[in-house]
């Protein structure tokens, strides 16, 4: 079975400058999942997908930060434009749901570390 | 906001020891789930312990979680110089009785392994 995969694996941009990321999760997991590691710090929830539905999103800088899944399948997460504070390390996850909303664990694809100077 | 908070910060032992790693949360949860992190690579999932459930065991892993008091801690018997990693516990908060697949993790244990 193949594992979440996510592009690139690492960015370079200056402040102001905008990028995007690209994740597919695992075939047939529903729920998708954006994070934000900085370092020293453990993962923070961005946004959570049900198919092509947002679930949450709380936590996600709306005026910068989008992130959407068309089809319900893959998901792109966009910065624009990018801050000094926004270097992290940003994963993908994605989980299935046993009967009803009883979640799985979470695979996580091996991240895009960003870099703003 | 990160609910959980893990204890000791950083952990240093010699191969073939145990490692103990505590947890403690601060809402009712559905689960709770460790994960650890090998430098420069994605999260892997090591362990999924429910709120109804007081240990479970999977390997060398063995992991309790007392509601009570809102804790849990992750032992690793025998430790391997390949254990060497950042370990995490992740909370999936109880919502009525089911979860939203939400998981608040804590700040993590660095562990160090020497061989």
């Known amino acids: 079975e193949a594992g979440v995969a996510q592009s690139p694996r690492y960015k370079i941009i200056e402040k102001r400058q905008s990028v995007a990321f690209w994740c597919n999760p695992i075939s047939g997991h529903a729920t998708l999942y954006w994070y934000q590691q900085i370092l020293g710090q453990g993962p923070k929830l961005l946004i959570q997908?049900?198919?092509?539905?947002?679930?949450?999103d709380s936590q996600l800088p709306k005026d910068r930060f989008s992130a959407e899944r068309l089809k319900g399948v893959d998901s792109t997460l966009k910065i624009q434009p990018a801050k000094l504070e926004d270097s992290a390390v940003y994963l993908c996850?994605?989980?299935?749901?046993?009967?009803?909303?009883?979640?799985?664990?979470?695979?996580f694809g091996p991240g895009t570390r960003l870099t703003v100077l | 906001s990160q609910q959980g908070e893990e204890d000791p910060q950083a952990l240093s032992i010699q191969e073939g020891e145990n490692a103990t790693m505590n947890c403690s949360y601060k809402?009712?949860?559905?689960?709770l789930q460790w994960y650890r992190q090998n430098s420069g690579r994605g999260l892997v999932h090591l362990i999924l312990i429910r709120s109804n459930e007081r240990e479970k065991h999977s390997g060398r892993l063995r992991v309790t979680l007392d509601t009570s008091k809102k804790s849990s801690s992750l032992l690793i018997t025998a430790s391997r110089a390949a254990d060497t990693a950042s370990y995490f516990c992740a909370t999936d908060a109880n919502a009525g009785g089911t979860s939203y697949g939400k998981l608040t993790f804590g700040q993590g244990t660095i562990l160090t392994v020497h061989p």
């Open positions: 996850a994605s989980s299935s749901i046993r009967g009803r909303r009883f979640y799985n664990e979470q695979f």
């Open positions: 997908f049900q198919n092509n539905g947002v679930v949450d």
């Open positions: 809402t009712s949860i559905n689960n």
